[in-house]
C-alpha cells in the first residue's frame, strides 16, 4: 500500500474488478477479495515491467509477494479444478508473447494498426484477467462476457497510444516500440537527440493524431458495451475521452505559443520617437487580432484566454479617442466578439471556462467607452460578486468552481473566493463612471477610502502598481486631488533610476507603463520622472512595434487569500505560477495607451 505507487497509477486499478461486476452474479465478500488480489497482480505487473525495461532487481522480492498472495486470494475462491485458470493460463501466455511481439515490431519497416492493436491487447492481458474472474463466478451470458473483452481490448489501445506520448523520450532511448516514434519514422524524421524529437512530435502533429485515435478507440470501447450495464468502467471511458480532449487543447496551445515566440521581434529600434513609437505599436496590435474579433494572450490552467484578453485590450483602445480613431474596426469586431461569447449572462476568461467578475468588468467597461447600453440583467449578476464590505471577488461559486478545475487535489477554493483588490479596483473604476448615486458605487467608495493608505496588494498581480493604477484613474474621474497626489506620490517613490518600475522579478515594462500613466496625472510635479520613463519604454521597443512580455499575472494556490511569497516560476499550467504572455499584448497595449495619454500633452520628443 505504498503511498507514492498509488498516487503515481489510476485510482481504478484499485478496484479493477469493481468496473465490471453490475453485469455478473457475484456476492459483496466475493468481489472484494477480486479487487484486493487484482491490486496486488497489478502491482506486480508494474514491477515485473520495471524489471524487464530497466534491469530493476530492486523489487523482486515484492513481485513475489504480490503474486503469490494474489494467487492465494484467487484460490480460496476458485480452487484448483476451476476453469478460470485455463483462462488465468491464457492471459499469461498472451503476457508473455507481448514482451516478444514488441521486440519483433521495434524492428519492422511497416506496422499496421492491427498489430498495434495486438500488441496493446496482450500487453493488458492481466486487465482482462478482471473480467475472466467475474465469468467464472457467473458464466450465464457469454455474449456480454465477450463485449466486454472487446471494450477493453478497444481502452487498451487508448491506453497504449497515451503511454507512448507520455513514454516517448524513453522509449526512444530504450529502443523499445512505440507508435509515436513509429510515426516520425513514417515522417522521414530521425534525430538522435530525444529533445529535438519531443517537439516534432507536437509540430508535426504526430500527438495530436495519436490522440484522436484514442478517442476513437474509446468510443469504439463505450460502443461495444452501449447496452451493457457497467457504469463504473464506462465512466473510465468518458474520462479518458476527456483527458485526451484536454491534452490536444494543450498540444494546440503549446504550438500556438511556440509559433508567436518565433514569430515577434527581438532586435530593439535603432532610433526611435514617439509618434513612431505609437504607430508601430498600432500596427503590432492590430496584427495580431483574430479573424473572429477576438485577441489571444496568457495561457494557464484555464487555457489560452481569448473572452477576457479582448476585454481587456479593447478596454485600452478605446479609452483613448486618439486611440480610438486608429482602432475603429479592430474595436468593431471585438465588440461583436464579445456581445457572442458570454457565458450565460457574464463573461469568462475564454469561452470554455466559467464567469467571473474581472473579464466581466473589462467588458463592461469596452461596452461603457463604446457606448453600448448594458442590460440591466447583466448588471444585476455582476453585482452577485460585490461582497457586504463593498470590494469584488473573482468568483462566487465554491461548487461551481471546483467543477471547472476538476481536479481530485483541490478541495480548497477559499483564495479565489476572496476579496480581490485588483479586481475590485477595476470594478470601482466602471461604478465611477457609470452611477455615483448607486449603492453599489457607496459600498465600494467606502471600502477603498478606507483602506487607501494601506498596503493594497494585487492578487492576480505580481506588483500592487496594477491596483493603484486603477485606483488613481477612479480618484482621478471623480476629481479627489488628495488621494490622486497620495498614489502618485507612492509610486514615484519606487521609480528605477532608469526609468523603469519593477514587480519582485525585475524590470517589468507592463508595470511601467501603467506608473507612466499613473505619473501623468500630476505631469507638472513629475516631468523628470515622466521623461526618463519615456525615454526607458522608446529605447526598450522592438522593431515590431512590441514590447518584452512581462509575464505579470500570476495564479496563486486556490486556497491562499493572500498569494505565497516564494517566486512563481512561469509555467502554462498549475498554481502558484506566473502565466506566460506570449503574444506581448497586456504589455504593448498597455504602454501604448500611457504613450498616447502622454503624446496628448507633450509634443514629439526624440530619443
Known amino acids: 500500500m505504498n503511498s507514492n505507487f498509488i498516487n503515481s497509477n489510476p485510482t481504478y486499478y484499485q478496484k479493477y474488478p469493481s468496473l465490471f461486476s453490475n453485469s455478473f452474479l457475484i456476492t459483496k465478500e466475493q468481489l472484494d477479495l477480486l479487487d484486493i488480489s487484482g491490486y496486488l497482480y497489478y502491482q506486480a505487473t508494474i514491477f515485473t515491467d520495471r524489471l524487464i525495461d530497466e534491469k530493476d532487481i530492486t523489487k523482486f522480492p515484492l513481485i513475489t509477494i504480490c503474486q503469490e498472495e494474489s494467487i492465494k486470494i484467487l484460490t480460496s475462491i476458485y480452487g484448483l479444478e476451476s476453469n478460470f485458470w485455463i483462462l488465468w493460463n491464457k492471459r499469461r501466455n498472451e503476457y508473455l508473447e507481448a514482451i516478444v511481439f514488441e521486440k519483433v515490431l521495434s524492428k519492422k519497416e511497416v506496422v499496421t494498426i492491427e498489430e498495434y492493436e495486438t500488441l496493446a491487447d496482450t500487453k493488458s492481458a492481466f486487465g482482462k484477467v478482471a473480467i475472466d474472474c467475474l465469468y467464472s463466478i457467473d458464466n450465464t451470458n457469454v455474449a456480454v462476457y465477450e463485449k466486454l473483452l472487446l471494450s477493453h481490448k478497444y481502452f487498451s489501445v487508448a491506453f497504449q497510444l497515451n503511454d507512448d506520448i507520455q513514454d516517448f523520450k524513453e522509449d526512444l532511448k530504450k529502443g523499445q516500440f512505440n507508435w509515436a516514434v513509429y510515426l516520425l519514422k513514417q515522417q522521414n524524421i530521425i534525430n538522435k537527440d530525444p529533445d529535438i524529437l519531443v517537439k516534432y512530435l507536437y509540430i508535426r502533429g504526430v500527438s495530436k493524431q495519436m490522440y484522436l485515435l484514442g478517442i476513437d478507440y474509446c468510443n469504439k470501447a463505450l460502443d461495444s458495451i452501449e447496452n451493457i450495464a457497467v457504469p ?242 477612479t480618484y482621478q474621474f471623480l476629481d479627489e486631488t488628495d488621494k490622486v497626489d497620495y498614489i502618485v506620490s507612492k509610486i514615484n517613490a519606487i521609480q528605477n533610476e532608469n526609468g523603469s518600475f519593477s514587480d519582485v522579478y525585475g524590470e517589468n515594462v507592463f508595470y511601467t507603463g501603467l506608473a507612466l500613466e499613473i505619473l501623468l496625472l500630476s505631469p507638472i510635479k513629475n516631468k523628470q520622472q515622466i521623461e526618463k520613463t519615456i525615454s526607458y519604454l522608446l529605447q526598450n521597443q522592438f522593431s515590431d512595434g512590441s514590447w518584452q512580455n512581462s509575464n505579470a499575472l500570476q495564479v496563486p494556490n486556490a486556497q491562499d487569500t493572500v498569494p505565497n511569497k516564494i517566486p512563481f516560476p512561469i509555467a502554462p499550467f498549475g498554481m502558484n505560477v506566473r502565466a506566460k504572455e506570449f503574444n506581448r499584448l497586456f504589455t504593448t497595449t498597455s504602454v501604448l495607451q500611457s504613450l498616447s495619454v502622454y503624446e496628448d500633452s507633450y509634443s514629439s520628443v526624440t530619443f
Do not use: M, P
Open 232 to 473: 463504473k468502467w464506462k465512466k473510465v471511458l468518458v474520462d479518458t475521452k476527456k483527458s485526451f480532449t484536454t491534452a490536444i487543447i494543450e498540444i494546440e496551445n503549446y504550438i500556438e505559443v511556440l509559433t508567436s515566440e518565433v514569430s515577434v521581434s527581438n532586435d530593439f529600434f535603432i532610433e526611435n520617437n514617439l509618434q513612431y513609437s505609437i504607430l508601430s505599436g498600432i500596427q503590432f496590435i492590430k496584427s495580431k487580432q483574430q479573424n473572429n474579433g477576438s485577441w489571444r494572450e496568457y495561457v494557464n490552467q484555464g487555457g489560452i484566454s481569448n473572452t477576457w484578453a479582448t476585454a481587456f485590450i479593447t478596454s485600452k483602445i478605446s479609452e483613448s479617442e486618439n486611440l480610438k480613431i486608429f482602432f475603429e474596426n479592430e474595436i468593431l469586431k471585438a465588440l461583436d466578439f464579445l456581445n457572442q461569447n458570454t457565458t450565460e449572462t457574464l463573461w469568462s476568461y475564454n469561452t470554455t471556462w466559467i464567469e467571473d467578475a474581472d473579464s466581466t468588468n473589462f467588458v463592461l467597461l469596452s461596452f461603457l467607452h463604446n457606448n453600448i447600453q448594458i442590460e440591466n440583467e447583466i448588471l444585476e449578476n455582476w453585482l452577485f460578486y460585490q461582497t457586504q464590505n463593498g470590494s469584488f471577488s473573482t468568483y462566487s461559486d465554491k461548487k461551481y468552481l471546483l467543477t471547472a478545475l476538476d481536479d481530485k487535489n483541490i478541495s480548497n477554493v477559499n483564495g479565489w473566493l476572496s476579496i480581490h483588490n485588483c479586481v475590485s479596483a477595476v470594478s470601482f473604476y466602471f461604478l465611477a463612471q457609470q452611477n455615483q448615486n448607486g449603492n453599489s458605487f457607496l459600498r465600494i467608495k467606502n471600502y477603498f477610502d478606507k483602506n487607501l493608505k494601506n498596503e493594497l496588494n494585487s492578487y492576480w498581480w505580481t506588483s500592487s502598481i496594477y491596483t493603484y493604477y486603477y485606483l488613481a484613474k
